[in-house]
């Protein structure tokens, strides 16, 4: 076998199949025990989203089982995961079915609306005057 002629080129190994999409938002992981008892919640916190996949942060990983929903914020739906790795709090995941374009366009766009994107800068108070000073305006005594 020659350099260069490996299937697993440097170009395709780090290739995605779906564009990924970095979200700050708020989950629940649903988990349901082989007894079919009460559903157990535990909340985390999205770091990016794909139509096949999500990573996300949770408090501890301890008792998670390998299998469960995720239930975001603000979307009605549920969708079941499979997951694919663990690294300390962090974990990602494989959505057991791909999700449709509208419902990640509508997780995507409920992020951006709500102001949660990583990059956002935390919001501030644009108020520069004090409460009844007006600022001054053409003709005002101030100008």
């Known amino acids: ?26 989950g629940m992981l649903m988990t349901v025990g082989f007894d079919l008892a009460a559903p157990k919640m535990r909340s985390c916190k999205l770091v990016d989203v794909s139509q096949g996949g999500a990573s996300f942060v949770v408090t501890t990983t301890i008792g998670l089982p390998l299998h469960y929903y995720l239930s975001i914020v603000g979307v009605a739906s549920r969708i079941g995961c499979a997951e694919v790795y663990r690294n300390e709090n962090r974990i990602g995941v494989q959505f057991i079915k791909e999700i449709d374009e509208e419902l990640l366009h509508t997780i995507v766009r409920s992020d951006y609306f709500t102001g949660g994107g990583v990059g956002s800068k935390p919001k501030t108070d644009d108020r ?5 000073v007006e600022k001054a305006g053409v003709g005002s005594a101030l100008s």
């Open 128 to 132: 520069r005057y004090m409460v009844g």
């Open 1 to 26: 076998m020659s350099i260069g002629a490996d299937p697993r080129s440097a170009a395709g190994l780090y290739e995605r199949k779906w564009e990924r999409f970095s979200v700050n938002r708020q």
